[in-house]
């Protein structure tokens, strides 16, 4: 089955720094690939999502970049606010399979 | 538009006890999945239910069951109760099976003393 591999586990930058975090995935057949936000005791909410025919998406700050040879893509978070604190967990999703799976997720602390 | 809504926010179980999860999926929504998300770890696939069957099922053993109702809502059965359940479980929809843009409700808390 897929494995999804995250990284780091925690990471801290100061308010205005970019912050990135990485994923692997195992599975060349995976074609969909979210992130999802998930603040304390709330629900996990998708912010971005990436398609296999594509190689880069941005929507405002945030910007996903994906490298479907090396099975690797990436969260790019540019000039951090506060509120952009919480555990972000990466996806992916194989047709075959039919299933979400998650990395181990990522805990972003903005300092101010 | 409420969004994905589950019910109960919080339980509490004895161990061998049965619990019974509910979720209504958002509207336009007829694809339901269901994750056991451990505290400090990634949501886990427990199975997916479309069309009032279960179309994939991840790694749990037969204890967690499910069903789906023809008005898309769905629920998660979990029959003699481990401590190991205890965990958020997460309910998510979307508009078809392909998983895109699912959508996740605020889960249940479900703690098994």
């Known amino acids: 089955g897929e494995n999804v591999e995250q990284h780091p586990s925690t990471l801290s930058v100061q308010e205005g720094d970019s912050a990135v975090i990485k994923c692997t995935y195992s599975?060349?057949?995976?074609?969909?690939f979210p992130w999802y936000k998930q603040e304390l005791g709330k629900r996990p909410q998708l912010i971005i999502d990436i398609r296999s025919n594509v190689g880069e998406k941005k929507d405002q700050r945030i910007a996903v970049t994906l490298n479907k040879t090396a099975k690797h893509f990436s969260l790019h978070i540019t000039e951090t606010q506060p509120e952009d604190s919480a555990v972000y967990f990466c996806a992916t999703y194989s047709g075959s399979a039919r299933q979400l799976t998650f990395g181990s997720g990522t805990q972003l602390t903005v300092l101010p | 538009d409420a969004g994905v809504t589950q019910s109960p926010t919080h339980l509490i179980k004895t161990r061998g006890q049965q619990v019974t999860l509910r979720c209504s999926p958002k509207?336009?929504?007829?694809?339901v999945s269901w994750y056991q998300q451990a505290l400090g770890q990634g949501p886990q696939f427990i199975f997916q239910?479309?069309?009032?069957?279960?179309?994939q099922r991840g790694n749990f053993p037969d204890r967690f069951s499910g069903h789906q109702y023809p008005n898309y809502s769905s629920e998660l059965n979990v029959n003699a109760l481990l401590l190991g359940d205890s965990a958020l479980y997460l309910c998510?929809?979307?508009?078809?099976?392909?998983?895109?843009?699912?959508?996740f409700g605020q889960g249940t808390r479900l703690t098994v003393v």
């Open positions: 239910y479309y069309e009032e069957e279960e179309r």
């Open positions: 509207s336009g929504h007829d694809t």
């Open positions: 998510a929809s979307s508009h078809d099976t392909s998983g895109w843009g699912a959508f």
């Open positions: 599975d060349s057949a995976s074609n969909y």
